[in-house]
């Protein structure tokens, strides 16, 4: 372990997504079903679970896209369990969406301004981005890869370009946690591998993230912390190693 591993591992971490008792049932299907559970500041967190275990119930009650028939959600500590979508936006949570969402009738670079708020009321009614705005979404461009397409459509582009595109536009508002629902589905290997030494890069900078994604491989390697959902209920919490040796996690995803 080199020295600033073995800092980065000994440093105090803090919670920066917290709930309690979180409970959200579709009919009499209980979807999320008391979840307790942390996610540390600074880190790459892992959502992990079989399917319909409910992590993407979980995502959408802790970004206020649903709300939860009970519990609470804590981000950074501050309860925002009944604020709207937009509001926890701003308060610096950045989410992706497991099936890509993008505006297919608009270009690439488009879609990266349509992610940030307009800094003036000239600005919204007329449709116009500052230039350091359109600066900041050619650089985000260049970052994840894709800088080329910045004309093009964003429904004339590949799927994986798509996801590279709703990463940058998530990244656009610089939110300090960032939740990525299967950033790597449906994507080549080589993109994949774009992906992960991004969301490195960008850990080392200092942005958390919480990753929901089934490809075991790369969370086991992108991964700090990990908790694991089964039928609504997280079942085991911790490293990439404790998860992949604990029994219980064997049985929800092998029936060992």
Known sequence: MSVAEETRESAPTTTVLRTEGLTKSFGGVRAVDGATVTFLDGKINGLIGPNGSGKTTFFNCVTGMIRPDSGKVYLHGQDVTRWAPHRIAR????RSFQLCRTFPRMTVLENMLVAVQPHSLGEYLGGSRSPQ????????????????LESSEARDISYGQQKLLELGSTLMPDPPFVM?????????PSLIERIAVLIRELNEEGKTFLIVEHNMDLIMRLCDHIVVFDRGTPIATGTPDV???DPRVLEAYLGV
């Open 180 to 188: 990525l629902d299967e950033p790597a589905g449906g994507v080549n």
């Open 243 to 245: 998860i992949q040796s």
């Open 133 to 148: 705005t359109v600066q900041r979404a050619r650089e985000m461009l260049a970052r994840v890869g894709i800088e080329h």
């Open 91 to 94: 308060a610096g949570l950045g």
